[in-house]
């Protein structure tokens, strides 16, 4: 087992079934690590050990690394930027439309396939103990939020618009507008913002 957990040690915490054959660890000890709790399944052929210094950034890592163009967004970002006091029980993960269907045994995922206009713009990565988190920065998720606004509801999408407003540092009108006419959303944003800030 100190043969193994060096491995995943050496890979930050994660390691892929094929890179632990490539080292010679038999199946056998890696059914009896997952058995024993040792290590966790994230999906077929990706692992992550159990005991490792992860910091309050594990699931976003997992996410990340499960699936290079993974990008952590909506509710997931809003909350992760303080926008919304909403908890969402599960990651909102962005992915080109383009993508294989994409499923975690964990953490529990909603995924969203965004066209290329919507995927490409936006993304901040955040350099974490527990991995590289890619995550859409304030001004996309709140056009995001927009876009998706029948579906998450009204009160959370104004309640991260007031919240992004009432930041001294970190707000950025002519930024959000510009991310705003690129995901279409120009004309709702700007009624709710005129509204805000009259």
Same mark, same amino acid.
């Given at each position: 087992m100190e043969k193994l957990t060096k491995i995943f040690r050496e890979h930050g915490g994660y390691a892929r079934m094929i890179e632990m054959k490539n080292q010679g660890i038999h199946t056998r000890t890696i059914a009896r690590a997952l058995k024993e709790g040792i290590i966790d399944k994230i999906k077929p052929g990706l692992y992550k050990l159990v005991n490792y210094s992860w910091d309050e950034h594990e699931s976003f890592a997992t996410v990340c *690394?499960?699936?290079?163009?993974?990008?952590?967004?909506?509710?997931?970002?809003?909350?992760?930027?303080?926008?919304?006091?909403?908890?969402? *029980?599960?990651?909102?993960?962005?992915?080109?439309?383009?993508?294989?269907?994409?499923?975690?045994?964990?953490?529990?995922i909603k995924v969203y396939y965004f066209i290329n206009?919507?995927?490409?713009?936006?993304?901040?990565?955040?350099?974490?103990?527990?991995?590289?988190?890619?995550?859409?920065?304030?001004?996309?998720?709140?056009?995001d939020l927009f876009r998706y606004q029948k579906k998450i509801g009204e009160d959370i999408v104004l309640e991260s618009l007031k919240?992004?407003?009432?930041?001294?540092?970190?707000? *950025?009108i002519p930024?959000?507008?510009?991310?705003?006419? *690129?995901?279409?959303?120009?004309?709702?944003v700007e009624i709710f913002l005129k509204g805000m800030l009259s």
């Open positions: *690394n499960a699936n290079s163009k993974a990008i952590i967004c909506l509710l997931s970002a809003a909350a992760y930027w303080k926008l919304t006091t909403f908890n969402p *029980n599960q990651i909102d993960v962005a992915v080109p439309h383009s993508t294989d269907k994409f499923k975690l045994n964990y953490p529990p206009k919507y995927y490409d713009l936006g993304m901040d990565e955040l350099k974490t103990k527990s991995g590289n988190v890619r995550i859409y920065n304030r001004e996309k998720t709140i056009c919240s992004y407003l009432s930041e001294r540092k970190n707000k *950025n930024k959000l507008m510009q991310y705003a006419e *690129n995901n279409n959303v120009a004309k709702k």
